[in-house]
């Protein structure tokens, strides 16, 4: 049953609201630097390599070997603007719902995955591939709705940036990173956007 927990933690539609964030891409669209197939892959793939795989997966790994609040703290104070916060918070709290865990105090989304990796007894290695994956293809839905992109194209993107998470390194703590300066700031500017479909 490992395998069907794993899929159903990375399926689209576990009831915690992933569908319904862009993470700053919406804003990134707005603001010109995201138009087209080519910038989109450009954009979800620079966040993958600067705060995803060098932050949350990191996190992630660590809150499955040993789960503990004040990985958890520190890992919500890593987001730098007040959308970003309470997206891992509300997902976190969603899935910790769901399980029925309250080990830990207002989990971030991170812990409550890796609270749910440990319960159903999941590879810790397939762990992080499918969490990483379903952020993944959360980024390249937002992109199909908001740029636009048909669905091929947004494949595609899938394709190329997926060939990449099969090798997420484990990195030790002082090399942990969550430098993003572009996403931070349009991630602020996304929390006054007139006009948006997507809550950060």
Request: no cysteine; hydrophobic share 45%; proline share 5%.
């Amino acid at each position: 049953m490992s395998l069907a927990r794993l899929l159903q933690l990375a399926s689209p539609t576990l009831p915690v609201g992933a569908y319904s964030y862009s993470q700053g891409l919406e804003s990134a669209i707005e603001a010109g630097i995201v138009k087209d197939a080519e910038t989109a892959q450009a954009w979800i793939g620079d966040v993958l390599e600067l705060s995803v795989v060098r932050m949350e997966a990191q996190v992630l790994r660590k809150q499955i070997a040993a789960p503990s609040q004040e990985l958890n703290d520190f890992f919500v104070a890593t987001r730098e603007t007040a959308e970003l916060r309470a997206e891992t918070l509300q997902m976190g709290g969603s899935l910790a719902k769901l399980l029925g865990e309250t080990s830990i105090k207002d989990p971030a989304y991170p812990t409550a995955f890796a609270l749910a990796v440990r319960r159903w007894e999941i590879d810790p290695r397939h762990a992080v591939v499918a969490y990483v994956w379903s952020w993944l293809e959360n980024q390249v839905m937002a992109a199909l709705k908001a740029v636009p992109l048909g669905q091929t194209a947004g494949q595609k993107i899938l394709l190329e940036l997926g060939a990449r998470l099969e090798s997420i390194p484990e990195l030790p703590v002082e090399a942990w990173s969550n430098f993003a300066p572009g996403l931070a700031h349009l991630s602020s500017l996304h929390e006054t956007q007139y006009s948006r479909l997507f809550r950060s």
